[in-house]
């Protein structure tokens, strides 16, 4: 395989992972299998830690110097890494804030998106399965904070 190949290649993973974060997103939300914001997803970090499934930081230019904000990440990055939580990064948060919270959602409560699920198992999504891998890939590539672009609208 050829340099370009293998870029080409890493590009088509990066687009389906995007596509599958956000048919994921979207499904939660539906399923009330999502908690948005840092703090309260620190909560249920805190309460339930095996209820979270997966995890989605969200960081763009205009919160770069927050220095309160990047200590939640490290905090939450370190969670999630000694729970083998899967966790990504996206860098549109105004396009998270809109799949997970609609029209006019906060940017301050998008920074932090958690998956959970249910005791129960009742919600199940083939999408999240397929960012498991994606993670599991990254892991093995020493990428252990993979970015994901979210498709535009």
């Not at 050829?2 to 992972?17: C, D, P």
């Not at 995007?18 to 009330?32: D, F, H, P, T």
Request: hydrophobic share 40%; aromatic share 6%.
């Amino acid at each position: 395989m050829t340099l370009e190949e293998g870029l080409i290649q890493e590009a088509e993973r990066a687009q389906r992972s995007g596509k599958a974060l956000e048919e994921v997103l979207v499904s939660a939300k539906e399923n009330r299998a999502i908690t948005v914001g840092v703090y309260e997803c620190a909560k249920v970090m805190n309460v339930d830690p095996d209820s979270v499934s997966f995890c989605v930081l969200a960081m763009d230019e205009q919160f770069q110097w927050d220095v309160a904000l990047q200590i939640h990440f490290t905090l939450i990055q370190s969670f999630c890494f000694d729970n083998d939580i899967s966790i990504v990064r996206v860098g549109d948060v105004q396009r998270l804030a809109a799949i997970v919270g609609g029209q006019g959602a906060e940017l301050e409560d998008a920074h932090c998106v958690l998956i959970t699920t249910p005791a129960e198992g009742s919600w199940e999504d083939p999408s999240l399965e397929k960012l498991h891998v994606f993670c599991e890939e990254s892991r093995r590539l020493n990428d252990w904070l993979p970015e994901i672009s979210l498709p535009a609208r």
